[in-house]
């Protein structure tokens, strides 16, 4: 079977559907692939979002939110904790989504737009003219299926082909990933009102472990260790640990496992008629591992700058510039500045993180946002944080 | 030859994004390992369930 459309998206995560629903919207015809059977499952997340950022781009619907929460509450090793409020910690705390539900009501938007969603449907490689990408070989129910389309947009999530069939080094290091592991926790002490961090060598190596709450004395217990730093099985036997001393008593409903990029803005997400958007872009904030709203965000900027180079008629690396430069302006900077935040972090003993957070104990930081808070670290253990002073402005 | 147990894989696909050499793909529900695997180990390292393993 063969079709064609203007534009094929691969993967119907937030990023996908934002870039489908986006595309649609400006007169493109669209075709979203999905390979699972359905959409939004398996869930790989720990489901948290900023809700100001989210507003900006979708109206949430409440069946959307698990819980909402007051702000984040961040464990030093030797258990001192310091806590930001909701409005100043901003981008990463907010809502924790039921992304089973929102993923699921994204590509619905999508389709509402005119994009045409095609589950169970897996691209297999890139049908290529002259050396050209022009569209997308897959298989749908185990049948083959050719689909020719100018601009080929790769939203394929961690494990993303369509880059690396294009050409893009996409390849993670695994100084660059982070591997985690998540259960949904039941228990009579998890905090419904705040996300919790927990900091700490023997918790989390290079990473950390959260609880974020999703209503109901139920949350998402997790934790991501740097792959440098893993072994074979180390993540889910790191939260078996985890989980039996913090919440001896906690009743385990789900599991959840996967990697999360931590790699700050790779060299190239674009190539003659291909754009990378999302984890497959590898544009997850490398410090908290947070994917959902940037992908969304560059599935906007993807979408539109689609529409214009085929109106344009250039659908090359070229034609596809603006959005190369457009999602660097923006999400590229917050990358880059997180990567280096990462590499340092990555770094710190126990002790290290002990006086950090211990030295914001006579500090009130509850009016401050991160910056703010970095000054005031930085003011406090000068020595410590000395190679990121010129992050520190 | 690298080995996947596929009763303890979880299908999320993290050794897919490390793979120097594109050989692994993740089908829905399972890993395919194609001839392309220079058994090099990597994703081993990176699997959150110790799902797979280099056997000699």
Same mark, same amino acid.
């Given at each position: 079977?063969?079709?064609? !459309? ?5 993967? @119907? ?6 870039? @489908? ?15 699972? %059977? ?13 809700? #100001? ?39 990463? +705390?907010?809502?924790?989504?039921? #992304? ?8 619905? %938007?999508?389709? %509402?737009? $005119?994009?045409?969603?095609? +589950?169970?449907? #897996? ?23 050719? *689909?020719?389309?100018?601009? *080929?947009?790769?939203?394929? &999530? +961690? ?8 050409? /893009? ?10 591997? !985690? ?25 290079? $990473? ?11 949350? =998402? ?7 440098? #730093? ?18 001896? =008593? ?7 496992? &996967? ?5 700050? %803005? /790779? ?10 958007? &999302? ?11 947070? $994917? ?7 599935? *906007? ?44 972090? +990555? ?6 993180? =002990?006086?950090?957070? &211990? ?21 406090? =253990? ?12 | ?56």
């Amino acid at each position: 079977m063969s079709m064609k !459309c203007d534009l094929v998206v691969v993967g @119907a995560g937030p990023g996908g559907s934002m870039t @489908a629903k986006t595309a649609a919207q400006a007169g493109l015809k669209v075709v979203m692939l999905e390979k699972r %059977q359905e959409i939004g499952e398996p869930v790989r997340c720990a489901e948290g979002v900023g809700k #100001r950022a989210l507003c900006e781009m979708v109206k949430p619907e409440p069946e959307w939110i698990a819980a909402e929460v007051k702000g984040a509450k961040i464990y030093a090793p030797d258990g001192t904790s310091i806590v930001m409020s909701e409005d100043k910690s901003g981008s990463e +705390v907010g809502y924790v989504l039921e #992304r089973k539900v929102f993923d699921r009501a994204l590509a619905m %938007q999508a389709a %509402q737009a $005119g994009a045409k969603v095609m +589950v169970k449907t #897996r691209a297999l490689g890139l049908i290529k003219k002259d050396g050209v990408p022009c569209g997308v070989s897959a298989m749908r129910l185990g049948e083959p299926l050719q *689909i020719e389309a100018p601009i *080929i947009i790769g939203a394929d &999530g +961690v494990e993303s082909k369509v880059g690396r069939w294009a050409g /893009i080094d996409t390849t993670l290091k695994l100084k660059d990933m982070e591997t !985690c592991a998540q259960f949904l926790v039941q228990d009579s002490t998890i905090d419904d009102e705040y996300t919790e961090f927990f900091l700490g060598n023997s918790i989390a190596p290079a $990473g950390y472990a959260w609880a974020f709450p999703k209503g109901e004395k139920l949350a =998402n217990v997790g934790l991501g260790v740097l792959g440098t #730093r893993s072994k074979p099985g180390e993540a889910t036997r790191l939260l078996n640990e985890f989980v039996k001393a913090r919440y001896p =008593n906690g009743k385990v409903l789900e599991m959840v496992v &996967g990697g999360d990029p931590c790699a700050g %803005q /790779i060299e190239s997400t674009t190539s003659d008629g291909v754009m990378l958007v &999302g984890d497959a872009a590898r544009q997850t904030d490398p410090l908290t591992g947070g $994917g959902i709203l940037s992908a969304m965000q560059a599935g *906007i900027m993807a979408g539109e700058v689609a529409a214009k180079a085929l109106t344009a008629g250039d659908v090359s690396k070229a034609g596809l510039k603006e959005y190369e430069d457009r999602w660097r302006e923006d999400i590229g900077k917050h990358l880059s500045r997180s990567y280096e935040f990462k590499e340092f972090f +990555v770094k710190l003993t126990d002790n290290d993180l =002990n006086q950090m957070l &211990g030295s914001l104990k006579k500090e009130d930081i509850s009016k401050m946002d991160l910056r703010g808070m970095l000054r005031v670290l930085f003011r406090l =253990n000068p020595k410590l944080l000395w190679e990121l002073r010129h992050l520190v402005v | 030859m690298l080995t996947v147990n596929r009763y303890k894989c979880c299908y999320c696909g993290a050794c897919v994004g490390v793979c120097p050499t594109c050989a692994l793909e993740l089908v829905e529900t399972f890993i395919e390992v194609s001839s392309d695997c220079k058994e090099c180990g990597i994703c081993t390292k990176i699997c959150p369930v110790g799902a797979l393993e280099v056997k000699a």
